[in-house]
C-alpha cells in the first residue's frame, strides 16, 4: 500500500511538474521577447486591419476591425487549446500564443475605440474593468493569481484569458496616452519605460509581492510595446517611421524566433 502510494505520489509531483514546465521562467530574455512579442502584434494586427483590409484608407468598409478580431481570435483560441494540451513547455507554441494574445488584443482594442466610437479612454476604462474581473474570478475560483499555480486547464484558461485581456488594454491605452494624452509615440514609450524601471527597482528593493509586479510589468509592456509599434510603422507626420507594417511585423517576428533559438529558455519550476 506505502508503494502503491509512493507511486501515486510520484507520478502526481511529475504531472505538476509538467503543468508548471509549459510556462517559461522569468529572465531578463523574457521581458525581451516579451516587448518585442508585442510590439509585433501592434505591427501585425494594423498589418491586416489597415494595410491588408484598407481600415485607413478611402476604401475602408468599417468592418476591417471585426473581420481583423475573427481571423486572429480563431488564432488565439486554437493556440491556446493547443497550449493547455500540451504536456511540457514548448517555447515557440508558447510564444506564438503570446503573439497571437496581441495581435487579437490589438485588432479588438481598435474595433472598440474606432469601429464603435467609445474613443481610447473609455476603451481603457472598459478593458481594465475586465482585466481587474477576470483577475478578481480567478482569485476567487482557485485561490490564487500566482503563476506558479497555472498548473491546471482550469487555471491555464485564466491565465490565457487574463493576458488577452492585458493586451487589449495595452493597445487601447498605448493609443490614449499618445494620442489623446499628447505624449507622441517616443513620449509615451519612455513613460511606459518609467514605469518598468520603476517596478523592477521595486522587485530587487523592496518586499511587496511578486505575483503583483510580475502582473503591473506583465501589463504595461504592452502598452509600450503598442507605442512602439506605431513609431515603427506611423506616418511620419504623425510623430512615426512609416515603415512597411508587413516588413516591420517579419523584421520582429526574426528577431524574438532568433532570441529563442539562441538563449534557449528553461521550464519554470518556481513562481515569477
Known sequence: MQATRDLIGD?????????????????IIFWIIKILATTLGETGGDAV??????????????????IGTAIFGTIFIAAVALQIKARKFHPFLYWFTIVATTTVGTTLADYFTRSIGIGYAGGSAILLLLLIMSLSIWKWSTGSISIETVNTPKVEIFYWVTIMFSQTLGTALGDWVADDAGFGYSGAALLF?????VTAA???????????LFWIAFIVTRPLGA???????KPVEDGGLELSRLVATLVLM????????VF?????????
Request: glycine residues 10%; aromatic residues 10%; hydrophobic residues 45%.
Open 193 to 197: 519605460g518609467g514605469i518598468l524601471v
Open 264 to 272: 534557449p529558455q528553461k521550464p519554470a519550476s518556481e513562481t515569477h
Open 227 to 233: 507605442v512602439v509599434g506605431d513609431f515603427l510603422d
Open 202 to 212: 521595486m522587485y530587487f528593493l523592496t518586499n511587496v509581492s511578486r505575483t503583483a
Open 11 to 27: 507520478d502526481r509531483s511529475d504531472f505538476i511538474s509538467e503543468a508548471i514546465s509549459k510556462v517559461p521562467q522569468v529572465t
Open 49 to 66: 486591419t489597415m494595410s491588408w483590409l484598407g481600415e485607413t484608407t478611402d476604401e475602408a468598409t468599417g468592418f476591417g476591425y471585426l
Open 254 to 261: 526574426g528577431l524574438i524566433i532568433a532570441f529563442i533559438l
